[in-house]
């Protein structure tokens, strides 16, 4: 089963793809996590990336294609795209790479979605993210290392990344509509993985 996760920036994405990942065995695609680490690694696809992430733009298709094709030629199925596709051409290239069985349009509250993405932090050494309400002495709990807020976490940054998100996702949905579930994660973790567990399980009787 390949599921794609809709969400904008900060509407809980990466932690519905944990659950998805432990509960179903999925493999986890983020484009983002992907083109961040090789920002950190300093690649020339990090080096490239840089100049579109930074400024909350995107990155140009043909380079976030590529690397979902990569990553999945030969193995098409088991996968959970969390930031991909972006837009009508990626979706439509996606549909040509492998079968989506499943879309989860992960939604949240924009003033909740705000709070989260500038209390946001993470780990440079180990890449875990966490709000900074749970760790208030400003170090990873797991490595200890100093937290960072991600540069495109910065208050003008997220502004554009809420702006382009909102004006594909309706062409996304529409797209996706046949296949589609809104899942509604203002409220608490339990109620959201309730959901999830009902719309993918539904599922995984018929298509796994
Ligand atoms: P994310 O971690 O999904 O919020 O992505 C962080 C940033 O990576 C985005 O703001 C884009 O600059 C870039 N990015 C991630 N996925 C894509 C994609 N599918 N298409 C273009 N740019 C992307």
Known sequence: MNIVLLGAAGSGK?????FLKSE???????TGEILRNNIKMKTPLGELAARYINDGNLVPDEVVINMIKEIVSGNNSGYIFDGFPRNLNQAQKLDEIC????VLSVEVQRDIILKRLSNRRICPKCNLTISIDDAPNGLC????SQLITRDDDKPESIKK??????????ILKDYYKNKLFVIDNSGDLKTTMNSVKNV???KKT???
């Open 14 to 18: 990466g932690t519905i793809s944990d």
């Open 24 to 30: 179903y065995g999925l493999k986890h695609i983020s």
């Open 99 to 102: 079968k989506v069985d499943l």
């Open 141 to 144: 709990p797991k490595c200890n």
């Open 161 to 170: 990344r809420l702006e382009i998100y909102e004006a594909g996702a309706n």
């Open 200 to 202: 993918v399980g539904g």
């Open 206 to 208: 018929y298509d796994m």
